[in-house]
């Protein structure tokens, strides 16, 4: 019988918004080849081979790893996973609810802006070495099994997650704004 445990990392970056009307949001749940905080006496990075056969079918995006707060779901076409050469990707579009609004502002405003990772690691795949200068362990997750979740957190295991607000800039608005009020002045004088 084998015993599957499932471990939880969370990396800090930014986050960002893509688009306030369809709140989609968007960063990197995990990234490759970067070193994690202190978990208890080690340190791990996940190779760049690490999610080649991983199961990536029907992962969720939560808030802080709670179920109760789903803010996107891959069968229902709101959260789209990508493997590219720094990690794994992710695109969400939140829900029109209050808790995914509060996030999404959240998000914005830069108060929040690192994701976390709910997987189960192929326990053969781990090299454990001691770092003999650190005091510590410094563990390589060669290869994950399963990834069950990601989330939107506020404290990461690894500092280099991110998710961002797809934001259409104020400044960029109201420099639109002008220049149309400035063609139809032109374009008034132009007729008279």
């Known amino acids: 019988m084998r015993i599957m445990t499932t471990e939880l990392r969370s990396i800090e970056g930014n986050l960002e918004v893509k688009d306030d009307d369809q709140m989609i949001v968007e960063g990197y749940a995990l990234r490759f080849n970067t070193w994690s905080e202190d978990l208890g006496k080690f340190i791990e990075t996940i190779s760049p081979n690490a999610l080649k056969k991983t199961k ?25 996973l990508e493997v590219d050469e720094v990690g794994l990707r992710f695109k969400a579009r939140l829900p029109n609810t209050s808790y995914a609004k509060d996030i999404y502002e959240q998000i914005r405003a830069g108060n929040i802006n690192q994701c976390s990772f709910h997987f189960n690691a192929d326990k053969k795949s781990i090299d454990m070495k001691y770092d003999n200068e650190r005091g510590l362990y410094k563990r390589t997750i060669n290869s994950i099994n399963q990834i069950k979740e990601i989330s939107i957190v506020s404290l990461p295991a690894y500092k280099e997650t991110d998710v961002s607000v797809a934001l259409r800039s104020i400044t960029e608005i109201e420099e639109n704004d002008k220049k149309l009020k400035l063609l139809k002045i032109e374009n008034e004088l132009f007729n008279l």
Do not use: I, K, P
């Open 56 to 80: 990536l079918d029907d992962v969720r995006l939560l808030f802080n790893h709670d179920w109760n707060h789903v803010l996107g779901r891959q069968s229902a076409d709101t959260l789209d």
